[in-house]
Protein backbone atom coordinates (compact mmCIF):
# COMPACT_ATOMS: atom_id res chain seq x y z
CA UNK A 1 0.00 0.00 0.00
CA UNK A 2 1.59 3.90 -1.03
CA UNK A 3 1.40 6.14 1.88
CA UNK A 4 0.46 8.71 0.58
CA UNK A 5 -2.21 9.86 -2.04
CA UNK A 6 -2.01 12.29 -4.92
CA UNK A 7 -5.16 14.35 -5.68
CA UNK A 8 -7.14 11.22 -4.32
CA UNK A 9 -4.80 8.44 -6.16
CA UNK A 10 -2.27 6.49 -4.19
CA UNK A 11 1.00 8.22 -5.86
CA UNK A 12 4.88 8.17 -4.98
CA UNK A 13 7.75 9.82 -5.52
CA UNK A 14 11.27 8.76 -7.05
CA UNK A 15 14.62 10.83 -7.16
CA UNK A 16 17.61 10.07 -8.76
CA UNK A 17 20.45 11.17 -7.03
CA UNK A 18 23.82 11.64 -8.96
CA UNK A 19 27.46 11.53 -7.71
CA UNK A 20 31.08 11.17 -8.51
CA UNK A 21 33.26 13.20 -11.32
CA UNK A 22 31.79 12.51 -14.58
CA UNK A 23 29.02 13.15 -17.03
CA UNK A 24 26.26 11.30 -18.07
CA UNK A 25 22.47 11.77 -17.83
CA UNK A 26 19.39 9.89 -16.39
CA UNK A 27 16.28 9.73 -17.58
CA UNK A 28 12.50 7.85 -17.66
CA UNK A 29 11.26 7.10 -20.47
CA UNK A 30 7.23 6.75 -19.59
CA UNK A 31 5.81 9.93 -19.18
CA UNK A 32 2.07 8.37 -19.56
CA UNK A 33 2.68 7.64 -15.67
CA UNK A 34 3.40 10.76 -14.40
CA UNK A 35 1.80 14.12 -13.51
CA UNK A 36 4.01 16.65 -13.26
CA UNK A 37 6.91 15.76 -15.95
CA UNK A 38 9.53 13.21 -16.53
CA UNK A 39 13.35 12.54 -14.85
CA UNK A 40 15.55 14.37 -16.81
CA UNK A 41 18.99 14.71 -14.67
CA UNK A 42 21.69 15.54 -16.22
CA UNK A 43 25.46 15.92 -14.74
CA UNK A 44 29.31 16.86 -16.32
CA UNK A 45 32.27 16.23 -14.40
CA UNK A 46 30.85 15.98 -11.06
CA UNK A 47 28.16 19.09 -11.42
CA UNK A 48 24.48 18.64 -12.24
CA UNK A 49 23.90 20.97 -14.98
CA UNK A 50 19.81 19.87 -15.56
CA UNK A 51 18.28 19.47 -12.42
CA UNK A 52 14.52 17.73 -12.86
CA UNK A 53 15.76 14.68 -11.06
CA UNK A 54 12.58 13.72 -9.59
CA UNK A 55 9.30 12.84 -10.60
CA UNK A 56 5.75 11.92 -8.90
CA UNK A 57 3.41 9.00 -9.97
CA UNK A 58 0.27 7.77 -9.57
CA UNK A 59 -0.90 4.08 -9.72
CA UNK A 60 -3.89 3.91 -11.43
CA UNK A 61 -4.31 0.30 -10.48
CA UNK A 62 -1.55 -1.10 -12.54
CA UNK A 63 1.18 -1.03 -10.08
CA UNK A 64 4.03 1.59 -10.61
CA UNK A 65 6.76 0.96 -12.81
CA UNK A 66 9.54 2.88 -13.91
CA UNK A 67 11.57 2.79 -17.37
CA UNK A 68 15.07 4.54 -17.70
CA UNK A 69 18.11 5.11 -19.63
CA UNK A 70 21.11 6.02 -18.25
CA UNK A 71 23.78 7.25 -20.44
CA UNK A 72 27.14 7.94 -19.29
CA UNK A 73 29.11 10.91 -21.82
CA UNK A 74 32.39 9.84 -23.40
CA UNK A 75 35.22 9.08 -21.23
CA UNK A 76 32.73 7.85 -18.16
CA UNK A 77 31.21 5.24 -17.19
CA UNK A 78 28.18 4.41 -14.58
CA UNK A 79 28.05 2.56 -11.38
CA UNK A 80 24.51 1.25 -9.90
CA UNK A 81 23.19 -1.43 -7.72
CA UNK A 82 23.45 -3.53 -10.22
CA UNK A 83 27.13 -2.72 -11.18
CA UNK A 84 29.38 0.07 -13.21
CA UNK A 85 29.39 -0.19 -17.24
CA UNK A 86 30.59 2.56 -19.59
CA UNK A 87 27.54 2.21 -22.38
CA UNK A 88 23.82 3.38 -21.89
CA UNK A 89 21.67 1.03 -19.63
CA UNK A 90 18.58 0.85 -20.17
CA UNK A 91 15.58 -0.95 -17.82
CA UNK A 92 12.76 -0.43 -15.49
CA UNK A 93 11.95 -1.28 -12.16
CA UNK A 94 9.00 -1.46 -9.48
CA UNK A 95 8.24 0.46 -6.73
CA UNK A 96 5.70 0.88 -4.46
CA UNK A 97 6.69 3.71 -1.81
CA UNK A 98 8.86 6.72 -2.25
CA UNK A 99 12.45 5.79 -3.24
CA UNK A 100 15.66 7.43 -3.94
CA UNK A 101 17.59 6.05 -7.16
CA UNK A 102 21.43 6.39 -6.74
CA UNK A 103 23.87 6.61 -10.00
CA UNK A 104 27.54 7.72 -9.82
CA UNK A 105 29.18 8.87 -12.92
CA UNK A 106 33.17 8.44 -12.85
CA UNK A 107 35.52 9.56 -15.10
CA UNK A 108 37.68 6.76 -16.73
CA UNK A 109 41.03 6.17 -15.57
CA UNK A 110 43.73 6.66 -18.88
CA UNK A 111 47.28 5.34 -17.71
CA UNK A 112 50.11 7.51 -18.67
CA UNK A 113 53.56 5.50 -18.76
CA UNK A 114 57.32 6.69 -19.11
CA UNK A 115 60.75 5.37 -20.45
CA UNK A 116 59.07 1.74 -22.39
CA UNK A 117 62.36 -0.22 -21.49
CA UNK A 118 64.83 2.91 -22.15
CA UNK A 119 67.23 4.14 -19.98
CA UNK A 120 66.98 7.36 -18.28
CA UNK A 121 69.98 9.96 -18.16
CA UNK A 122 67.52 12.20 -16.54
CA UNK A 123 64.36 12.80 -14.54
CA UNK A 124 60.70 13.15 -15.62
CA UNK A 125 57.89 14.39 -13.83
CA UNK A 126 54.25 15.98 -14.36
CA UNK A 127 51.62 18.07 -13.23
CA UNK A 128 49.40 17.19 -11.74
CA UNK A 129 51.21 14.85 -9.89
CA UNK A 130 51.50 11.24 -10.54
CA UNK A 131 55.21 10.71 -12.54
CA UNK A 132 58.33 11.47 -10.70
CA UNK A 133 61.07 8.78 -12.25
CA UNK A 134 64.37 8.53 -13.67
CA UNK A 135 66.29 10.73 -12.10
CA UNK A 136 67.58 8.93 -8.97
CA UNK A 137 66.46 5.49 -9.53
CA UNK A 138 67.10 5.41 -13.05
CA UNK A 139 63.37 3.37 -13.16
CA UNK A 140 62.90 1.96 -16.52
CA UNK A 141 59.27 2.69 -16.94
CA UNK A 142 57.03 3.99 -14.25
CA UNK A 143 53.46 5.01 -15.12
CA UNK A 144 50.85 7.21 -13.66
CA UNK A 145 46.87 6.92 -13.94
CA UNK A 146 44.99 9.91 -14.90
CA UNK A 147 41.20 11.39 -15.48
CA UNK A 148 39.73 11.13 -18.50
CA UNK A 149 40.22 14.80 -20.42
CA UNK A 150 42.99 16.10 -17.93
CA UNK A 151 45.76 17.67 -18.92
CA UNK A 152 48.95 16.50 -18.15
CA UNK A 153 52.24 18.48 -18.40
CA UNK A 154 55.31 16.48 -18.79
CA UNK A 155 58.73 18.08 -17.36
CA UNK A 156 61.85 16.49 -19.16
CA UNK A 157 65.31 17.07 -16.80
CA UNK A 158 68.80 15.83 -17.66
CA UNK A 159 71.04 15.18 -14.73
CA UNK A 160 74.37 17.46 -15.65
CA UNK A 161 76.45 17.33 -17.87
CA UNK A 162 73.69 15.48 -19.76
CA UNK A 163 71.64 17.07 -22.36
CA UNK A 164 67.97 16.51 -23.39
CA UNK A 165 67.55 15.35 -26.70
CA UNK A 166 64.12 14.64 -27.82
CA UNK A 167 61.14 12.73 -26.81
CA UNK A 168 59.70 9.47 -28.24
CA UNK A 169 55.77 8.03 -28.73
CA UNK A 170 53.01 10.57 -27.72
CA UNK A 171 55.29 13.98 -27.15
CA UNK A 172 57.06 13.13 -29.85
CA UNK A 173 58.11 16.77 -31.56
CA UNK A 174 57.11 18.87 -28.49
CA UNK A 175 60.32 21.14 -26.24
CA UNK A 176 61.32 19.64 -23.46
CA UNK A 177 57.91 20.60 -21.40
CA UNK A 178 55.40 18.51 -23.12
CA UNK A 179 51.78 18.94 -22.57
CA UNK A 180 49.16 16.04 -23.12
CA UNK A 181 45.54 15.39 -23.47
CA UNK A 182 44.65 11.81 -21.35
CA UNK A 183 41.75 10.95 -23.79
CA UNK A 184 43.14 7.52 -23.97
CA UNK A 185 46.57 5.61 -22.58
CA UNK A 186 49.34 7.12 -23.49
CA UNK A 187 53.26 6.47 -23.17
CA UNK A 188 55.96 8.71 -24.10
CA UNK A 189 59.90 8.36 -23.30
CA UNK A 190 62.52 10.89 -22.68
CA UNK A 191 66.06 10.97 -24.25
CA UNK A 192 69.29 12.56 -23.15
CA UNK A 193 72.46 12.29 -24.20
CA UNK A 194 76.33 13.31 -23.09
CA UNK A 195 76.87 17.34 -24.18
CA UNK A 196 78.63 17.46 -27.11
CA UNK A 197 82.49 18.38 -26.33
CA UNK A 198 83.12 21.85 -27.00
CA UNK A 199 84.44 23.34 -30.15
CA UNK A 200 87.13 25.47 -30.51
CA UNK A 201 86.55 28.54 -32.38
CA UNK A 202 88.81 29.20 -35.23
CA UNK A 203 90.91 32.27 -34.95
CA UNK A 204 90.64 34.53 -38.02
CA UNK A 205 93.75 33.90 -40.32
CA UNK A 206 95.41 37.62 -40.34
CA UNK A 207 95.34 39.13 -44.19
CA UNK A 208 98.78 39.77 -45.63
CA UNK A 209 99.79 43.59 -45.68
CA UNK A 210 100.49 44.41 -48.95
CA UNK A 211 104.35 45.65 -49.79
CA UNK A 212 104.71 48.97 -51.09
CA UNK A 213 106.32 48.60 -54.21
CA UNK A 214 109.70 50.98 -54.79
CA UNK A 215 109.31 53.49 -57.77
CA UNK A 216 112.22 53.54 -60.24
CA UNK A 217 115.02 55.37 -59.62
CA UNK A 218 115.50 58.24 -62.04
CA UNK A 219 119.45 57.73 -63.57
CA UNK A 220 121.95 60.12 -63.43
CA UNK A 221 121.27 62.87 -65.85
CA UNK A 222 123.66 64.24 -68.45
CA UNK A 223 123.26 67.03 -71.34
CA UNK A 224 123.89 66.45 -74.95
CA UNK A 225 124.94 68.12 -77.26
CA UNK A 226 126.31 68.08 -80.51
CA UNK A 227 129.57 66.53 -80.40
CA UNK A 228 129.64 65.03 -77.44
CA UNK A 229 130.59 61.27 -77.20
CA UNK A 230 127.04 60.49 -75.18
CA UNK A 231 126.13 59.20 -72.13
CA UNK A 232 127.98 58.95 -69.11
CA UNK A 233 125.78 55.59 -69.34
CA UNK A 234 126.17 54.66 -72.52
CA UNK A 235 128.11 51.91 -71.74
CA UNK A 236 125.67 50.53 -69.25
CA UNK A 237 122.23 50.78 -71.58
CA UNK A 238 120.95 52.02 -74.60
CA UNK A 239 119.92 55.25 -75.35
CA UNK A 240 117.73 56.96 -77.43
CA UNK A 241 117.61 59.86 -78.55
CA UNK A 242 114.64 62.53 -80.21
CA UNK A 243 115.33 65.70 -81.79
CA UNK A 244 112.86 68.13 -82.58
CA UNK A 245 113.09 70.74 -84.68
CA UNK A 246 110.97 73.44 -85.23
CA UNK A 247 110.47 75.67 -88.64
CA UNK A 248 114.13 73.79 -90.50
CA UNK A 249 114.15 70.67 -91.98
CA UNK A 250 117.36 68.37 -92.60
CA UNK A 251 118.58 67.84 -95.91
CA UNK A 252 119.18 63.91 -96.99
CA UNK A 253 123.00 64.83 -96.41
CA UNK A 254 122.41 65.62 -92.81
CA UNK A 255 123.26 69.59 -93.37
CA UNK A 256 120.95 72.26 -93.00
CA UNK A 257 118.91 73.38 -95.77
CA UNK A 258 119.70 76.98 -96.81
CA UNK A 259 116.40 77.55 -97.78
CA UNK A 260 114.95 76.71 -94.47
CA UNK A 261 117.38 78.45 -92.25
CA UNK A 262 115.84 81.49 -90.23
CA UNK A 263 119.14 83.10 -92.00
CA UNK A 264 119.61 84.77 -88.27
CA UNK A 265 122.53 82.23 -87.76
CA UNK A 266 120.98 81.14 -84.68
CA UNK A 267 119.84 77.13 -84.21
CA UNK A 268 116.56 76.39 -83.09
CA UNK A 269 116.21 74.93 -79.69
CA UNK A 270 117.92 71.01 -80.08
CA UNK A 271 115.09 68.20 -77.39
CA UNK A 272 117.36 65.45 -76.57
CA UNK A 273 115.36 62.90 -75.30
CA UNK A 274 117.73 59.90 -73.26
CA UNK A 275 116.58 57.10 -71.84
CA UNK A 276 118.14 55.01 -69.83
CA UNK A 277 118.41 51.05 -69.91
CA UNK A 278 115.52 49.09 -69.03
CA UNK A 279 113.11 52.19 -68.54
CA UNK A 280 110.01 50.66 -70.54
CA UNK A 281 110.75 47.43 -68.27
CA UNK A 282 110.06 49.23 -65.03
CA UNK A 283 113.14 49.06 -64.08
CA UNK A 284 115.70 53.01 -63.57
CA UNK A 285 114.65 55.52 -66.10
CA UNK A 286 116.85 58.42 -68.04
CA UNK A 287 115.62 61.80 -67.31
CA UNK A 288 115.24 64.11 -70.83
CA UNK A 289 117.09 67.16 -71.04
CA UNK A 290 116.29 69.67 -73.21
CA UNK A 291 119.42 71.93 -74.57
CA UNK A 292 119.48 74.64 -77.06
CA UNK A 293 123.13 76.03 -77.83
CA UNK A 294 123.39 79.27 -80.23
CA UNK A 295 125.63 78.13 -83.46
CA UNK A 296 128.07 80.51 -83.76
CA UNK A 297 127.84 83.02 -86.68
CA UNK A 298 129.29 82.19 -90.20
CA UNK A 299 132.42 83.05 -90.66
CA UNK A 300 133.47 86.30 -93.17
CA UNK A 301 134.79 85.39 -96.39
CA UNK A 302 137.94 85.14 -96.53
CA UNK A 303 139.80 88.05 -98.41
CA UNK A 304 142.92 89.78 -98.67
CA UNK A 305 143.92 91.76 -95.33
CA UNK A 306 143.92 95.40 -95.62
CA UNK A 307 147.33 96.88 -95.45
Request: aromatic share 2%; proline share 8%; with cysteine.
Given at each position: MLA????????????????????????STNSSYVPDGV??????????????????????????????????????????????FDDFKSGYFEFSDDTTIGAEFRLDKETLTIGEGAPLR???????????????????VCAAEFNYGDQVT????????DVFVRWTGACSGQPAICVLAMTSDKSTDALFAPAPSPT????????????????PTPTAVSS????????????????????????????????PDPASDPGDGDSLP???????????????????????????PASPPAGPLEP
Open positions: RLCSGIPCATVEVDLDGNGSGTWQIDCEQTNGVITVARCSATYKDLGFGLKIYYTILPATGSSVCVTSGCGGVTSAPAGIDCGDASLDLLTASPRLPATPKPTPRATPRATARLVPGDSGSPNSSESPSATASLSTGSSASPSGSILLLVLGGGALLGGGAGIGVLAARRRP
